[in-house]
């Protein structure tokens, strides 16, 4: 059975309908992506997983006794709270030093147990909450955009460290991300999210898939020529899809796909 | 040994600091520092009813501001902004408190005994409500610790692991009002919040960890406490008053030193 499983859910805040009857499932090892533009749901969808938001309709339900490893898009932590980087690490549940050494080492910050987590810049605060979340071995981790304020190789080994772990324990990962290039290489399935689920498949499927470029343009910044070249210049399916969500769609192909640009840019 | 007055004051001053300075680093965490302030000012109209209903005055204090804090978390979050909707209820509450002891014709009730503490007048029977008051929010604030913690830092991050952030402000709410009610007798409603704050602010620059700083604050109470009935002794001052007096020096010491070693 799947690790968790989301069934017909919608959220709203206030009046808004942010997510509106979205399926998805996760099973154990897989490693998935969400993308979608700015505001279509991506971080509800990740806090409606760990129960964090009101669900509005539908249900998710959780495997038993399933541990989660949730990583925010950002954390801001009180200047009138004193925490060390070791104390954080064992929270809520007390590890011991050797392992908590351990997974600070295996984030690539090893000397960092001592600081003050207002100190850390923002790199390695990331890689300080990842390797929070791995120590209470999860069955799923949650990433939402975990790769914000790391450079360039920052992120790359961020990516490499995400195989790693998935080889090592075996969990599944959910993750959320702008960087399409790396996502869509790193995922076995992508799901793409505006409101409801758009398209969802493998990364091919879901980068050929006329809704993806309805959202993303067929050459967004060169992420799909970095995964797959055939698929770039196949331009002639039509949009005879069912969008429930409101961009504007031009009868032609060009059009819509200068319109999308527009809005995703 | 309990016989002799200063004694029972110093014994009920411990035993106030003991709970409230943990209690105060979690007000002070999470920015609920008009939020202690409001409980304790609804407290006076519980302290007024009780009277009325010659009930306990810890339990009405203590219902109160359990009532004011439930309250105040259920409006908030209703268009009003907290701040405003804590302004409106604490003082209201305050309000009403007074304009209620006056109606208390029969029994001649020294308010100024509620406003600011009689700490010296603290009986066996006092003694005991306040240790067992004290022992309870300890406890529960040691079952809790890593719950709370949690929630305190982040609602997500607590959600992830299991931990119900909202259960877990209940449970604070309840300790503040236990706090609240346990000293009165010691500062008086209006420096309650006092009691709370100042102890942990003096505590934060010298603290790395949430545990270190929550002993340090309790410290800094007790210290505050004993120096406190010293200085009222000595220079036949109001005792709650003193003890805050005291507690603020100790911060603004505490603050001086930090700037000092930054410098």
Request: proline share 4%.
């Amino acid at each position: 059975m799947s690790l968790i499983e989301v069934r017909d859910l919608s959220v709203r805040y206030g009046g808004h309908r942010v997510l509106n009857h979205v399926d998805i499932s996760i099973d154990r090892g897989e490693i998935v992506t969400i993308v979608g533009p700015n505001g279509s749901g991506k971080s509800t969808l990740l806090r409606a997983l760990i129960g964090a938001v009101p669900v509005a309709g539908g249900r998710v339900s959780r495997a038993t006794d399933l541990r989660i490893g949730y990583v925010p898009q950002k954390l801001a932590i009180d200047p009138t709270l004193p925490m060390t980087v070791a104390r954080f690490m064992s929270l809520p549940r007390r590890q011991s030093a050797t392992d908590v050494a351990a997974a600070l080492e295996q984030a690539g910050v090893p000397d960092l147990s001592d600081r003050q987590m207002t100190d850390l810049s923002g790199g390695q605060f990331q890689r300080v909450l990842l390797a929070r979340a791995l120590l209470s071995k999860p069955d799923l981790l949650l990433l939402d955009e975990a790769t914000q304020g790391l450079d360039q190789p920052g992120s790359a080994a961020f990516y490499r460290q995400i195989e790693d772990v998935r080889a090592r324990l075996g969990c599944a990962i959910l993750m959320v991300s702008h960087e399409l290039h790396v996502v869509m290489s790193a995922s076995d399935r992508v799901i793409c999210l505006n409101g409801h689920v758009c398209c969802q498949g493998t990364p091919e499927i879901v980068a050929s898939a006329p809704e993806y470029r309805a959202l993303f343009g067929s050459g967004t910044q060169g992420a799909l020529a970095l995964y797959r070249h055939d698929h770039n210049h196949s331009h002639d399916d039509g949009c005879d899809h069912d969008h429930a969500h409101d961009h504007s769609h031009g009868g032609a192909v060009t059009p819509l796909h200068q319109a999308a640009r527009d809005k995703v840019h | 040994m309990l016989d002799d007055f200063m004694i029972r004051a110093a014994l009920a001053g411990l035993g106030v600091a003991l709970a409230a300075a943990p209690m105060g680093c979690f007000v002070v965490w999470r920015r609920m520092a008009y939020f202690g302030d409001a409980t304790a000012h609804a407290s006076i109209l519980g302290v007024a009813i009780a009277l009325a209903l010659s009930v306990s005055v810890f339990l009405g204090a203590m219902v109160m501001a359990l009532l004011m804090a439930l309250a105040v978390t259920a409006l908030s979050g209703r268009g009003y902004a907290v701040d405003t909707l804590l302004g409106v209820l604490a003082h209201s509450a305050l309000a009403f408190g007074l304009v209620a002891v006056s109606f208390l014709s029969g029994v001649r009730i020294d308010l100024m005994a509620y406003l600011f503490g009689d700490i010296l007048a603290v009986g066996k029977m006092d003694l005991a409500v306040i240790w067992g008051g004290a022992a309870l929010v300890l406890a529960l604030l040691t079952w809790r610790w890593a719950a709370l913690l949690t929630a305190t830092l982040n609602p997500d991050l607590a959600h992830a692991s299991g931990i119900d952030p909202r259960r877990e402000q209940l449970v604070l709410t309840l300790a503040l009002a236990v706090v609240v009610a346990v000293a009165i007798k010691v500062v008086g409603v209006l420096l309650i919040a006092a009691l709370l704050i100042i102890p942990a602010a003096a505590a934060r620059p010298f603290a790395r960890t949430p545990e270190g700083m929550a002993v340090i604050a309790v410290i800094v109470a007790a210290l505050s406490v004993l120096g406190g009935l010293q200085a009222s002794l000595l220079y036949d001052t109001p005792t709650g008053p003193s003890i805050v007096c005291v507690a603020a020096l100790i911060f603004a010491g505490s603050a001086f030193g930090s700037s000092l070693r930054r410098a």
